[in-house]
């Protein structure tokens, strides 16, 4: 199993699982105060949108995870 570790400013969290946990995983740590999952996905599909100037949006787990990856 793949762990990815989260990165911001102060510290760090890894991460590990399906698409699904890691997510979770994510939603519970991180310092961002994030509600639910849905929140954590529109808040990361907005900061890269931002980042790249193009329209951004993670339909589901799957896609949010491949994302984290590029």
Not at 20 to 44: G, V
């Amino acid at each position: 199993m793949k762990t990815y570790t989260m990165k911001y400013d102060g510290g760090k969290f890894d991460v590990h699982g399906d698409p699904a946990q890691i997510i979770d995983q994510i939603t519970e740590n991180s310092k961002m105060a994030f509600r639910t999952r849905e929140d954590l996905k529109r808040t990361y599909a907005s900061l890269l949108s931002d980042y790249t100037g193009k329209s951004v949006r993670f339909g589901s787990d799957d896609d949010f995870e491949k994302a984290e990856k590029g």
